[in-house]
């Protein structure tokens, strides 16, 4: 049985709807993560936005060939002119999607800037426990006192 265009569009979009919101999901709670610095949790996220990414990527391709096959030229306003007269329910749940897509697109800015706050306080905290260790590093490989201010000599030296 061949489902007609518009049911095979609205099980498109319907399922582009569904990842993308679980996407969102997944990049509120890298935030949250990364708000209450629950860093350690972040690699395994990271894993599971790379495979929901690429899932979300073939789900807008899937989409998009579908409506190539009536819209010659895809660009949101024709697309969204074209649904206008075809189908509400399809329109609806676009709709959706383009919101849900900014936001994800806002979180994902958000969740950037975060981490990179994040590295540039790691960078200073190795920047200063570097310098205290080289302050404080008074023997060196050989077990030598490598400090010696004043005349040069080392300590105990005549």
């Known amino acids: 049985m061949n489902q007609n265009p518009a049911t095979k569009l609205l099980a498109a979009l319907t399922a582009e709807h569904a990842a993308l919101q679980d996407f ?3 990049l509120e709670r890298e935030q949250g993560l990364l708000v209450e610095n629950h860093t350690d949790q972040l690699p395994e996220l990271a894993e599971q936005k790379s495979v929901r990414a690429v899932n979300l990527n073939e789900l807008a391709e899937s989409r ?22 075809r189908s509400a329910e399809c329109l609806a749940i676009w709709n959706k999607i383009r919101m849900l897509a900014e936001r994800a697109q ?28 080289n302050k404080a590093n008074l023997y060196g490989p050989d077990g030598q006192t490598s400090f010696s201010p004043g005349s040069g000599r080392s300590l105990g030296s005549g």
């Open 24 to 26: 969102i999901n997944l």
């Open 106 to 133: 806002q979180i994902n800015r958000t969740n950037g800037e975060l981490i990179q706050m994040k590295l540039r306080h790691n960078q200073q905290s190795l920047t200063v426990l570097s310098n205290a260790v």
């Open 64 to 85: 998009r060939n579908l409506l190539r096959k009536n819209i010659p030229a895809l660009s949101v306003e024709a697309i969204q002119a074209w649904l206008e007269v």
